[in-house]
């Protein structure tokens, strides 16, 4: 295969619609969906030095924390936001514990912290010769986020904890739409979940991808990221079992891509070629035009590569469509960005607006088109939710308007 | 699925403390007999050797210069040699590696370098924190060279829920492959014997691991702690060129405990 050659060799036809009937959501933006949608709408955005740990590194740079959220303390925050999430798209739903235990539900959640073996104060200790506590250990063992899931609402179904790190919970929720498709579960809760602590925030300091003031996705003077934490999750089912539960449908999950960029563990590719073949198959698999494509929720982290090469693409694939980046409202919530954005389109599909790409102000010459700069009303159907992903993940999912 | 729809192994890439490759897990199988190594522990009362199955990478010279794997870390180099042993068991030629889907399944990922990480900010501050180390941290970071070693651009995904990675990951290869999302994909399952994770098991038993396992006694425990790699070049049936079975099933599912308590963690 040539560089920068578009990989075309899926022959997929379009998939059954899945339905969308319930979402919940929290991070710095908001505790739950409609508490976010009202202050993104506002424009509101609050990044800040952390208040719940503290760095010796000379910089304070700033974060989207999810403010007054204590987790208990036998669970891993990330947990803690699932369900918080969870809980909140079970009750937009319609359904109780009853009717979940009657149908085969599944559980697909991805995450980048809520998996990992290391916690500081151990390995601390460990590390000075101590004997640390094993409580932190024993809190990770416990709380896996698809485990502690299918633990609280008593799920019988598949669940898997999906580690494809920023593309985790995009990735999720379009596994779980293939879930119920293929017939392994009637419902599933899908979506994803990450805390920020120091270890994350020391990480990509230094990768020297952070940006020491409020992020600027696509604008000219961006200089990166500004970390966040959340949760998002999506209740989904198939239309039958939609109607014959009662359930609401408030969107469609339609189709989804993904596709590896095979170039560099922490830089996207530069001809944006896996970014491309993912948003072809999920075109493809939604039976979704691009030209009917309302708007696109990209990636938009404001560093320089990433939204280089994603606004390029969009400009290639689906020119002249609105699109936007909502990081500047919460920060990248890494695991949980893709879910918690799968959220925001939706509900923006249903309300009719995007908000603007929050940080932009000037046009960089380098990249082809400008994102949305004020709320916008858009009257289509169809909306992308993008994501991409150290490793070279690139994970695309179309949603639709019910 | 449907008959036609038969996922078939067209090739295997294992790596551990048996040794390296298919005929030495089946020498070992065969032999019954197994010899594990020793890892050493710090702990807060000395050094502690204990019983371990460690795999040695050093065929992966055979498939990547050595230059091209001083910056990957153990739990890659253990990817990405059982995924080039399983390609080359099943012959795959070179110009089908971009069509690859990629799953690997892993209970704790990356934990030698994560730990890494961390120390390399312990002494001198945060300031001074790997972005090496950190980048390699990634839990999909085995997927990730896998993908850029071999060229594959097809989907790629990591799983990790400690024992169920497996089962799981390989459901979700099965519905790529049924799905027609990809002709092939390169299954593996990854886990690395770190200072952390060996440390973090000795904590949890009451005794250093046995000199030797004997599988299901169950009055005492005998497991010794383990490490290696398990690639499966999965194809559908009509794609494959050859292989060695099908893998007709893998289903995971809960016993479910409504908002029952938390189990106490007996992993590891």
């Keep these: ?402 | 699925m449907s008959g036609t729809d038969r996922i078939v192994i067209e090739g295997i890439g294992v790596v551990g403390g048996f040794g390296c490759g298919i005929s030495d897990l089946s020498r070992a199988l065969n032999e019954s007999v197994g010899r594990p190594g020793t890892l050493t522990l710090s702990t807060g009362s000395g050094t502690v050797p204990i019983s371990a199955f460690r795999a040695d990478v050093s065929r992966l010279e055979e498939f990547i210069p050595v230059r091209a794997l001083r910056r990957i870390d153990r739990f890659s180099r253990l990817g990405l040699l059982g995924s080039h042993l399983a390609l080359t068991d099943a012959g795959l030629p070179e110009a089908e590696r971009p069509r690859l889907g990629i799953i690997i399944a892993s209970g704790y990922g990356a934990s030698g370098i994560t730990y890494a990480f961390l120390k390399s900010f312990t002494h001198d501050g945060d300031i001074c924190a790997s972005p090496t180390y950190f980048a390699n941290s990634v839990h999909n970071s085995a997927a990730a060279h896998i993908s850029i070693e071999l060229g594959a651009m097809g989907p790629s995904l990591t799983v990790s829920q400690f024992h169920l990675s497996v089962p799981s990951a390989l459901a979700t290869a099965r519905l790529w492959l049924a799905e027609g999302r990809v002709q092939r994909v390169m299954f593996g399952a990854v886990d690395e014997l770190s200072e952390l994770i060996g440390y973090i098991r000795h904590r949890t038993r009451d005794a250093a691991p046995a000199a030797t396992m004997i599988p299901l006694r169950t009055e005492m425990e005998t497991s010794i702690p383990a490490e290696g790699a398990a690639f499966l070049l999965l194809a559908r049936e009509g794609a494959a060129r050859g292989g060695y079975c099908t893998l007709d099933a893998s289903t995971t599912g809960s016993l479910p405990i409504p908002g029952g308590p938390f189990p106490e963690p007996g992993l590891l």
């Design chain 1, 1 to 402: 295969m040539k560089h920068g050659e578009v990989l075309c060799t899926i022959q997929r036809m379009s998939v059954a619609p899945i339905a969308i009937t319930g979402m919940g959501c929290i991070c710095a933006a908001g505790r739950n969906l409609p508490e976010s949608m009202e202050a993104i709408f506002r424009g509101e955005r609050h990044p800040a030095p952390s208040v719940r740990f503290t760095s010796n590194h000379p910089v304070r740079y700033p974060v989207f924390e999810a403010a007054d959220f204590e987790e208990p303390p036998d669970l891993l925050r990330t947990s803690a936001f699932a369900l918080h999430a969870a809980r909140e798209a079970v009750a937009d739903a319609g359904l109780d514990r009853k009717t979940l235990g009657a149908l085969r539900v599944g559980v697909c959640v991805g995450t980048t912290v809520g998996a990992v073996m290391s916690e500081e104060t151990f390995c601390r200790g460990y590390l000075a010769g101590d004997v640390p506590d094993m409580a932190p250990i024993r809190r990770i063992l416990r709380s896996n986020p698809a485990d502690v899931l299918a633990r609280e609402f008593g799920l019988s179904g598949p669940r898997q904890t999906v580690v494809t790190a920023c593309s985790s919970s995009t990735d999720a929720v379009g596994i779980a739409g293939s879930w119920i498709r293929a017939g392994l579960c009637d419902v599933a809760i899908a979506g994803g979940a990450d805390e920020l602590g120091r270890i994350t925030y020391i990480g990509f300091i230094s990768l020297m991808i952070t940006d020491d003031s409020p992020c600027k996705p696509f604008d000219k003077n961006r200089k990166g990221l500004n970390l966040g934490e959340g949760a998002a999750m999506l209740v989904l089912a198939s239309e039958p079992v939609a109607r014959r539960t009662g359930m609401r449908t408030r969107s469609f999950l339609l189709g989804y891509g993904s596709a590896g960029d095979a170039y560099h563990l922490t830089a996207p590719r530069p001809d944006g070629a896996g970014l491309r073949n993912a948003i072809s198959e999920a075109l493809t698999t939604s039976g979704v035009s691009s030209a009917s494509v309302a708007f696109v929720n990209a990636h938009g982290t404001g560093t320089p590569d990433n939204d280089r090469v994603e606004s390029r693409v969009l400009n290639d694939m689906l020119p002249g469509i609105p699109f936007l980046s909502t990081k500047g409202y919460t920060g990248h919530t890494l695991g949980a960005a893709g879910a918690i954005e799968a959220v925001f389109t939706a509900a923006c599909l249903e309300m009719g607006n995007v908000p603007a790409n929050a940080g932009f102000e000037t046009p960089d010459p380098e990249i082809p088109n400008t994102p949305v700069r004020e709320v916008t009303a858009v009257s289509g159907t169809f909306a992308l939710s993008e994501s991409l992903a150290f490793g070279g993940n690139n994970s695309v999912i179309v949603l639709g308007k019910a």
